[in-house]
């Protein structure tokens, strides 16, 4: 009841916008706050990490992250770089930086998703360094494009990936003459038998039989593709000219004699990773795991857990052997979802799919950096299609944002730039009369999203701070603003909200639509 009273009485004072005290220039942000168990080394590799956190299935959406999804730009350290709340709508996934005719562009799938089937409907949109639209590519022929590939293909073309229900009989699988619907697709090889009662069974061109589920393709220099059909536990090869499949990796009809921990099942994300003569490598993340994320239905495990592979296939010997498997930290089990990314140095960046989490590795599979993508409560039930990890250059096209605060021993200034990767200094003034005449007032090294400067003793009534890039370049102003009473987070509210939430309610959330 104490508790109530403190978080009603605090939320009076508030914005309603105000999210979750991140950010004191940005309440309208929040992002979700990586639980990082094994923290960055040296060793990782260079740039930023890619990722489009959404909220598993849970009957009770509210108490679970992330609060806003949306594709991420984070460091390793979990600061925030860029969030792409609102930027792309609906539901995102597959969100990567790209080089695309000599434009460096960010893109993510944007859509309707059907979390039990699996399939999501959209486009591609993408963005370019001033976070602004500047396309948005959808599949021709009438067809509507899938959430699960789209991958730039030299600095070109983009492969996509379209499930098209077409009627057919099913009776010699089992099914029953209502039962005649499957999701196209270019090959025929069937593990997951029909199973009526869970979704994709059959009955209707919306709930089509999706035998083979592709969830991957690559393109190698020669033209020929890599297609990843996830309930046939196989990826193929297949002739870019003719559509004739070259060999089959995994699954029933295997053209290779599989070594040790090669075999895979319900894999996704496979990929070309080098190719000589007799021999092909190629990366893919391996599930391992088939089921909902709710734990309804049925579920089919083939390993203990998930694992990111590089496999090395032999077309003189056929066999094939592992390269490096990359092991999850705790023993994580994806049941859906998942990529491998291998990074220019030699690591691999994993993501664990249904199980919200990312991990870095080193080439000889030492895990260097852990990070679950949100915390606490928000922890539970956050799944991210895919991971990736890039360079990228940020220049926002908006204005950097800034607020003051008067307290009772001096003023404070917080400023952030949401998606600037070039700034390296916070310059603060002072604006002294109506012309915007300033005075310099300081500076601050940058080291996070947020940025912030404390002037003790002093009482300014407006302030003004610009961008400065590590060249000494002014890159941006901020606007003159004026310093307001200072607002502090109600008492107790970490500890009140996650009390109440434990118990199954969010108060903070109900407090705040009465207030
Ligand atoms: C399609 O079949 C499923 C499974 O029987 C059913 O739940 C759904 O209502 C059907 N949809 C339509 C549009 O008939
Ligand atoms: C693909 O098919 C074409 C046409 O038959 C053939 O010339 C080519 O060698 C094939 N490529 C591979 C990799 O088998
Ligand atoms: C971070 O993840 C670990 C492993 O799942 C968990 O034990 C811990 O409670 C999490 N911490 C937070 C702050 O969510
Ligand atoms: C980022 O750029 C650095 C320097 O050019 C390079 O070493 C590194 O491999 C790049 N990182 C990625 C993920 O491409």
Redesign the pocket.
């Known amino acids: 009841m104490k508790v109530l009273e403190a978080l009603a009485c605090a939320s009076a004072l508030l914005p309603l916008a105000t999210a979750d005290w991140q950010f004191k220039s940005r309440t309208d942000l929040a992002p979700p706050r990586l639980n990082i168990t094994i923290p960055a080394t040296k060793d990782v ?3 930023y990490l890619f990722i489009a956190p959404f909220p598993g299935q849970f009957p009770d959406p509210e108490h679970h992250g992330p609060r806003q999804e949306a594709p991420y730009i984070f460091r390793d350290d979990g600061e925030l770089v860029w969030s792409g709340y609102t930027y792309y709508s609906i539901w995102t996934a597959n969100f990567q930086a790209a080089k695309w005719k000599g434009q460096d562009v960010l893109f993510s799938f944007e859509g309707d998703h059907n979390p039990a089937y699996g399939h999501g409907h959209g486009h591609a949109t993408f963005l370019n360094q001033n976070y602004e639209t500047i396309r948005e590519l959808r599949a021709g022929n009438h067809k509507l494009m899938d959430k699960h590939e789209f991958h730039v293909i030299n600095e070109k073309t983009g492969l996509i990936q379209i499930y098209q229900p077409i009627p057919t009989d099913l009776s010699r699988w089992g099914g029953s003459a209502e039962q005649q619907w499957i999701v196209n697709a270019i090959i025929q090889e069937a593990v997951l038998p029909l199973n009526p009662g869970q979704a994709g069974s059959g009955y209707n061109s919306s709930d089509a039989w999706d035998y083979f589920h592709i969830n991957s393709v690559d393109k190698d220099a020669a033209g020929n593709y890599l297609i990843s059909a996830r309930d046939a536990c196989a990826v193929h090869k297949i002739n870019g000219t003719t559509g004739d499949i070259i060999w089959r990796l995994g699954g029933l009809r295997s053209d290779f004699e599989l070594g040790p921990n090669v075999a895979f099942c319900f894999q996704h994300h496979a990929r070309f990773i080098s190719q000589s003569e007799d021999e092909e490598v190629i990366s893919l993340f391996d599930n391992s795991a088939h089921g909902t994320e709710n734990h309804h239905g049925h579920e089919v495990h083939t390993h203990p857990f998930s694992q990111g592979k590089i496999i090395s296939v032999n077309t003189a010997k056929w066999t094939a052997e592992i390269v490096q498997a990359f092991q999850p930290p705790d023993g994580l089990l994806a049941k859906s979802q998942g990529s491998t990314q291998v ?3 030699g690591n691999a960046l994993v993501n664990w799919g249904s199980e919200g989490a990312l991990t870095e590795f080193k080439s000889d599979g030492t895990p260097i950096l852990h990070a679950y993508m949100d915390s606490g409560l928000l922890g539970e039930g956050v799944e991210n299609y895919r991971a990736f ?3 990228w250059t940020g220049i926002p096209n908006e204005e950097p944002a800034i607020v003051a605060e008067k307290t009772p021993s001096g003023t404070a200034v917080y400023v952030s730039w949401n998606g600037d990767t070039e700034t390296a200094i916070w310059r603060f003034y002072a604006i002294t009369d109506q012309y915007g005449s300033r005075s310099y007032l300081g500076e601050s090294k940058r080291t996070g999203f947020e940025t912030s400067f404390f002037f003790a003793g002093r009482t300014y009534t407006h302030v003004a701070a610009e961008a400065i890039s590590v060249h000494g370049r002014v890159l941006r102003a901020t606007q003159g603003v004026r310093a307001q009473e200072q607002v502090l987070p109600p008492t107790n509210y970490v500890d009140a909200a996650a009390a109440a939430a434990a118990k199954g309610r969010s108060m903070w959330r109900q407090v705040v639509l009465q207030a």
Do not use: F, Q, V
Request: a positive charge; glycine letters at 12%; aromatic letters at 12%.
């Open positions: 590799e260079k740039g990074l220019p140095n990890r890039y360079n």
